[in-house]
């Protein structure tokens, strides 16, 4: 897991976000845009409509958690973000939502699929 900009502690973080609205977890690659280097309109307009309503909105890529803060520095959606987290390492807290376009990625207790990104 990465966090570039969190200064207190990783378990107090971690109940901090726990009391906070629904945690939702966005792919990176196929899902948050479709094409190298462009954010999907669509999903940046749900990513405002996630934040506007306080929910914690976090990036998960298979290449990691430094891979897509980098991904989602280059698309200039960081403000979105509050961590980065890969998929291969165990998550420390559930997500209630993951989108993905990966089915065998669904952790949340809702996994929305986007379909026909690829």
Request: glycine fraction near 8%; charged fraction near 25%.
């Amino acid at each position: 897991m990465f966090f570039p900009y969190i200064k207190i502690p990783e378990k107090e973080y971690i109940n901090k976000i726990k009391a906070m609205g629904a945690i939702i977890f966005f792919d990176v690659d196929g899902t948050l845009y479709k094409t190298v280097g462009k954010a999907d309109i669509n999903v940046k307009h749900l990513l405002e409509v996630f934040n506007s309503a306080f929910c914690t909105v976090f990036a998960w890529s298979g290449g990691g958690d430094k891979y897509a803060y980098q991904i989602i520095k280059q698309l200039g959606l960081t403000d979105y973000f509050l961590g980065y987290f890969s998929k291969i390492e165990p998550l420390p807290f559930e997500p209630d939502i993951t989108i993905d376009d990966d089915d065998y990625t669904a952790k949340g207790k809702l996994n929305l699929k986007i379909i026909g990104s690829r």
